[in-house]
């Protein structure tokens, strides 16, 4: 069993920066893949990002590539999304969640967070 908690969230302008944290805890999240998705009412849920265990192997949404960022923080059950040049399409309840590897597929996931709300006004 893993329990995640995200945090960081907020009200933010167009073109701003944020920075979102997911922790992780229980022993199953030791050598775990976290990613991060992301969903808007009447959407299904998109991949955004996810880092694997080591950090060593990252995977973006082709919508986030360039402007987002992830990283493992310290303690390492900690997974940082570094969200920058925000644009008001990228509104959304923000979610992490375990996996085996960085997979963009919502049904490789298996433990998710409660989410945390972002919103950007333009």
């Not at 969200?83 to 490789?108: I, K, Q």
């Amino acid at each position: 069993q893993v329990e995640l908690a995200e945090s960081g969230g907020g009200l933010v302008q167009a073109g701003g920066s944020l920075r979102l944290a997911c922790v992780a805890s229980g022993r199953a999240s030791i050598g775990t893949t976290i990613g991060w998705f992301r969903q808007t009412p009447g959407k299904e849920r998109e991949f955004v990002a996810a880092i694997d265990s080591t950090g060593g192997l990252t995977a973006y949404g082709d919508s986030v590539r360039g402007r987002f960022a992830i990283s493992k923080g310290n303690p390492k059950n900690t997974v940082y999304l570094q969200m920058a040049s925000l644009t008001p399409e990228d509104t959304a309840v923000y979610y992490c969640a375990t996996a085996n590897r960085p997979r963009r597929g919502e049904r490789d996931y298996k433990f998710w967070g409660q989410g945390t709300q972002v919103a950007v006004s333009s």
